[in-house]
Structure formats: structure tokens, C-alpha cells
């Protein structure tokens, strides 16, 4: 039973951690490339507009 409930707190905790971990990673990338998505994001705006 209480081997059971470690194995599901140790998952969670890794789900928690890499959902943490891609989160940052997402904010960082975004942070940094915030001129290419803007760009990108403009190119797609002019392209459904024409």
C-alpha cells in the first residue's frame, strides 16, 4: 500500500517537475526569440488578411 502511494507521489512529482521545466523553457524561448514571434506573428496576420 504505502509502496503504491510512493511510486504515485514520485510520478507526480516528476510530472510537476517537467510541466515546471517546459513551462520555463516555453517563457525563456519566448523571452528571447520575442522579435522573431512577433514577426512571424505579423507574416501570419498580412497572410489570412490577403
Not at 524561448?29 to 514571434?37: I, S, T, Y
Request: charged share 20%; aromatic share 10%.
Amino acid at each position: 500500500m504505502s509502496e503504491g502511494l510512493t511510486m504515485i507521489v514520485w510520478f507526480l512529482g516528476v510530472l510537476a517537475l517537467s510541466g515546471f521545466v517546459v513551462c520555463g523553457w516555453v517563457l525563456y524561448g519566448e523571452h528571447r526569440h520575442r522579435k522573431n514571434a512577433a514577426k512571424r506573428k505579423a507574416t501570419r496576420v498580412l497572410e489570412n488578411t490577403l
